[in-house]
Structures are given as structure tokens and as C-alpha cells.
């Protein structure tokens, strides 16, 4: 049984180069779902939103026919396409997101820039599949498979290996730098942060410190302390060139 496969956009990156940017011929020997040929390919069904077979939408339970042209489009965040049947539920437009055990650095800016992130070293295979789908949270990873198991409606595999690059591209991706809130969350445990008197953290911070800011938010679960020194001003000055980026390549 002979099919021919077309992929589309970013999909490319997870596909052979000499199967990239063309409609390529794939043999079965026996019959096989479109989702499982699809990741026989290293494609996470995560990141594919919308399948033809025939030039008509199908789901990932459609079984290939011979002859058939399977055409698979990547996930449209921020695009409707809901006249056309989905593979997957609707995008989630309350974005949240669960991070595999070795994105800590990008963890981190992720919650410095507003975004609920749970990350935690010690996640296992296991527990990331069930946070993403029980907490409807995005899975971030740069490990494939782990995007295949059944259960992730929701994932990206991340292309970036440097974590400040890593957090442009979510941003990017999933289209962000509207709800981009920095400093709100703590970068340590994702917790919303408070406003705290000078008074009340005097005891959390160093006596220069205390002489040269005056306006802190700590975090009601672990009790670190942000201010604004230098640090703030750095990482602001990052934030602006992300959004300006961002805008430029819209």
C-alpha cells in the first residue's frame, strides 16, 4: 500500500531533510491509523491540528487507504479554524505551562515574564503527562516522545537550546507578548507576588539594599524578595527588545 504525505510549515523540523518542504511517497505493508504514521515520521500529534486525506479533514483514527495524499498542518494558536474538524481540542487561550526536568533556566523566565509555569527537577514521564492533561497545561519539551504519549492534548517541542532563545520562541509561538506581565510571579515557585512593606522584609535583604530601594513583593509561599536593582532594570531592558522582536516579525 503506497501514500503520499505532505507537511507543512514547522512540522518540517521534526522530518528527515530529504522528506522536508515536498510531498514525499511512504509504503505500508499493513493498515495504519493517520496518527500513527504521522509519528512513525517524529511528528508529535501535539503539533498538528488539522489532517486531509482526499482533500477532506479527518481525525487521527482514520485509517490510511492506498493512493491516499495526506496533507498535515501545524497547530494554529492564534488562528480559527474551527469550520474545520480539529484533531485535538480547541487551542487554550488561558495559557498555562508544565515543563520537562531540563528546562529549569527557561522555567524561570517564563515566570519572570507572567506565565503560570510549573516546573519541579524531580518530574517524572508520568507526572508531567498527567499535569499537562489534568491542568490543561501546555507541555514544553525537547524530548519527542514525550509528546506522543496519548494523553498530552497540548505540547511543543521546543527547537531553541539556549533558554533565553527558548523563551522568545514561546513567546513567538504562541503568540504572548500581549500578555507578557513581568515581574509578577516568583521565579522560584510560580506563586503571584505580593506588595511588602520595607518594615516586614528588613530581615530578607541586605542593609545596602535596604538603604537604596524602597518598594519590594515578596512571595506569600516561599518568602523570597524582589526589588528593582540591577537585575530588574537587565532583565527589562531584555523584555523590551522580546516585544519589540516579536513585532517586527508579525
Not at 498555562?96 to 533556566?105: N, P, Q, T, Y
Request: aromatic content about 10%; overall charge neutral.
Amino acid at each position: 500500500m503506497e501514500c503520499r504525505f505532505r507537511f507543512f510549515a514547522e512540522l518540517n523540523d521534526h522530518l528527515a531533510p530529504e522528506e522536508r518542504y515536498k510531498t514525499f511517497t511512504k509504503r505500508f505493508l499493513t493498515p495504519s491509523t493517520v496518527k500513527d504514521a504521522i509519528e512513525s515520521f517524529g511528528v508529535p500529534h501535539t503539533e498538528v491540528d488539522l489532517i486531509t486525506a482526499r482533500q477532506e479533514s479527518v481525525d487521527f483514527s482514520y485509517v490510511i487507504q492506498n493512493g491516499d495524499l495526506i496533507c498535515v498542518y501545524p497547530v494554529f494558536e492564534s488562528l480559527d479554524i474551527s469550520p474545520e474538524m480539529r484533531v485535538r481540542p480547541k487551542p487554550l487561550r488561558d495559557l498555562r505551562f508544565v515543563l520537562d526536568v531540563h528546562l529549569g533556566r527557561l522555567a524561570s523566565f517564563l515566570r519572570m515574564l507572567g506565565f503560570d509555569t510549573r516546573y519541579q527537577s524531580c518530574f517524572t514521564d508520568s507526572e508531567l503527562v498527567r499535569i499537562s492533561a489534568d491542568e490543561r497545561r501546555i507541555l514544553l519539551t525537547r524530548d519527542r516522545g514525550l509528546l506522543k504519549h496519548r494523553a498530552v492534548t497540548h505540547g511543543y517541542w521546543l527547537r531553541e537550546t539556549d533558554s533565553r532563545k527558548q523563551a522568545a520562541e514561546v513567546v513567538r509561538r504562541f503568540d504572548l507578548a500581549g500578555s507578557i506581565a513581568p515581574f509578577t510571579r516568583c521565579m522560584a515557585c510560580n506563586t503571584v507576588l505580593v506588595d511588602a512593606a520595607k518594615e516586614t522584609v528588613l530581615n530578607r535583604i541586605p542593609p545596602r539594599t535596604a538603604e537604596m530601594y524602597s518598594d519590594f513583593r515578596e512571595c506569600p509561599d516561599c518568602g523570597r524578595v524582589y526589588w528593582k536593582g540591577s537585575h530588574f532594570v537587565r532583565m527589562q531592558h531584555w523584555i523590551e527588545e522580546l516585544t519589540i522582536r516579536h513585532d517586527s516579525s508579525s
